[in-house]
């Protein structure tokens, strides 16, 4: 049964750090490509990084570049995202989901992770 189990996230002052967790069973991560979706509130399901299959390119949008980092663990069959200098506008709830592609449409998401970046 493919399911994708999130943890981490929570609240943190701007400036501060937060790190998420998607735990995978029923597939290998590194077979598939994975992104990590934010949904802010008022606004659209938008990526904010995504690590292809296989080769593990980590790509990221403008918005995040310099400030968070993907990785992905194969021998824990996980992903991760470490955001750092967060920012007000970095708060909604953030879901990891295998994707088609990079950019491309989830297929199977994990369970939605709230982040709250506030003073």
């Known amino acids: 049964q493919l399911q994708l189990v999130q943890s981490g996230g929570g609240l943190a002052q701007p400036g501060g750090s937060l790190r998420l967790f998607c735990d995978v069973s029923?597939?290998?991560?590194?077979?598939?490509?994975i992104g990590w979706l934010l949904q802010a509130p008022g606004k659209e399901r938008e990526e904010v990084s995504c690590?292809?299959?296989?080769?593990?390119?980590?790509f990221y949008a403008d918005a995040v570049t310099g400030r968070f980092t993907m990785a992905r663990d194969n021998a824990k069959n996980a992903v991760s995202l470490q955001m750092d200098s967060l920012k007000p506008e970095d708060t909604g709830v953030y879901y990891c989901?295998?994707?088609?592609?990079?950019?491309?449409?989830?297929?199977?998401w994990g369970q939605g992770t709230q982040v709250t970046v506030s003073s």
């Open positions: 029923g597939f290998r991560v590194e077979n598939y490509a």
């Open positions: 690590i292809a299959a296989n080769d593990g390119r980590t």
């Open positions: 989901a295998v994707v088609g592609y990079c950019s491309g449409p989830g297929v199977y």
